[in-house]
């Protein structure tokens, strides 16, 4: 719902971004603006960014602002956008475009003017309150003139008209669109993210990235214990996170049918564990291999038999690199809410896990002496090999007016 005429998006991200020091607040806007640009740019939207206080401002057309706008609320660090009409900083410029919004978009219920004012008087001979009670007078008349009973509710309105006035300009808009939070991508370093098609791994790979840590997607393909399509969903699902990067990803493709063949053949209890053990093994050496200094995986406390506190100590026990769990002690519904706010919930119904390995009675409270014992003696070798036998696909950022949602 946009102001008629509207032709910028007013960008907000203080938030995390703004409580830093000087010096990495500035890194942080550049990286945010750089992520920005190329993700509009990539969209072939034409704009003009400016810089102000905590905001931006990203001038573009009256045709394309919901497009601008949808982009930009997908930039990490941003925590809301608007889609606004700038205007001369007089009471009655202010006051022509409320009412003409008004009758745009004013249809039923109550309704509230707001309004924020920078300056001093001699930058405006008014109030913010001045504005409020004017404003709603224009709002309140033009709504009559249109058969609409108006109703003022200052508290709990259903229709908010917002105006800010500055001393050089002014800009009236009505709705506030969340952005996706968190620090701008880049602004940390990269970390593996362990994907395996399903519902929660994309969610903990995102979890990351709103973190500002760009991710090295990786899927271990099972061999004989995967489902056939499972590489095709875990390509497919990592596509719908590049929407929410510049760039998009290089993903690996590991061939981990032989170590799980080694597994099942050499062992009959914690092969589900032995499994998880050595995808760790094989994140671990891609994470040498691109300069990632840590593992996101999409686990859950006692999620499944390989997920109990006590599992996770004995998987987390071959490895040095950090192993991060952003899902550690969400419920799963929790997780699929997000998966579906995020858009990675379509493509991830599937069971993506290597299921075919779990156990009828699995230890959920393994020892982790026995099971580095019962651990064939080659895994390492074979993840390293598997390592070295990987394909790397280069997943686009989605271009044009492909957007998600
Ligand atoms: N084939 C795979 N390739 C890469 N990572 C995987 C694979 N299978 C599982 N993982 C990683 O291990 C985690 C736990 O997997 P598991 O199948 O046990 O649990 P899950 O809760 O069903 O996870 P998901 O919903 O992400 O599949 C996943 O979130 C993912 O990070």
Not at 85 to 93: F, N, Y
Not at 96 to 111: I, P
Not at 146 to 170: K, N
Not at 294 to 302: A, D, L, Q
Request: charged share 25%; with cysteine; hydrophobic share 35%.
């Amino acid at each position: 719902m946009n102001p008629p005429g509207a032709d910028t998006v007013l960008v907000r991200f203080s938030g995390e971004v703004g409580v830093k020091s000087r010096s990495v607040q500035h890194r942080m806007e550049r990286q945010l603006r750089q992520n920005l640009k190329q993700m509009l740019a990539r969209h072939d939207l034409d704009v003009s960014i400016e810089a102000e206080h905590a905001r931006l401002y990203v001038h573009t057309t009256p045709e394309e602002v919901d497009a601008v706008a949808e982009v930009t609320a997908r930039v990490f660090g941003v925590t809301s956008v608007s889609s606004v009409r700038e205007i001369d900083p007089t009471l009655d410029a202010i006051r022509d475009l409320l009412a003409e919004t008004a009758r745009e978009h004013y249809e039923s219920g109550t309704f509230a003017v707001r309004a924020r004012r920078a300056g001093n008087e001699e930058d405006h001979p008014f109030s913010s309150t001045d504005i409020e009670r004017e404003g709603g007078a224009a709002v309140f008349e033009a709504a009559q003139a249109s058969d609409i009973e108006p109703e003022v509710d200052l508290d709990d309105p259903d229709l908010t008209f917002r105006v800010e006035c500055r001393p050089e300009r002014a800009f009236v808009y009505v709705g506030i669109q969340s952005g996706a939070g968190g620090l701008p991508l880049g602004t940390q370093q990269p970390v593996v993210a362990l994907m395996s098609g399903g519902i929660d791994s994309p969610v903990a790979a995102w979890h990351l990235m709103k973190r500002g840590c760009p991710v090295v997607p990786v899927y271990v393909n099972l061999g004989r214990f995967g489902g056939v399509d499972h590489r095709a969903r875990a390509e497919e699902i990592t596509q719908q996170l590049t929407t929410y990067t510049p760039d998009g990803f290089t993903m690996w493709v590991v061939p981990g049918g032989d170590g799980l063949e080694q597994i099942a053949e050499e062992t009959e209890r914690y092969q589900m564990l032995l499994t998880r053990r050595y995808m760790l093994r094989i994140a671990e050496l891609i994470a040498e291999q691109t300069g990632a200094v840590g593992i996101v995986t999409g686990e859950s406390i006692g999620q499944k038999s390989s997920q109990t506190s006590a599992a996770i100590r004995v998987t987390d026990a071959v490895t040095d690199c950090p192993v991060h769990r952003p899902l550690l002690t969400l419920d799963k519904h929790e997780i699929t809410d997000r998966a579906r706010e995020i858009g990675t919930y379509e493509e991830s119904t599937i069971d993506a896990g290597c299921n075919r390995l779990a156990p009828e009675n699995p230890a959920t409270r393994p020892p982790l002496a026995t099971v580095r014992e019962t651990e064939p003696t080659n895994i390492k070798r074979l993840a390293a090999s598997a390592v070295e036998q990987a394909e790397q696909c280069n997943l686009e950022a989605p271009g044009d007016n492909q957007l998600l949602q």
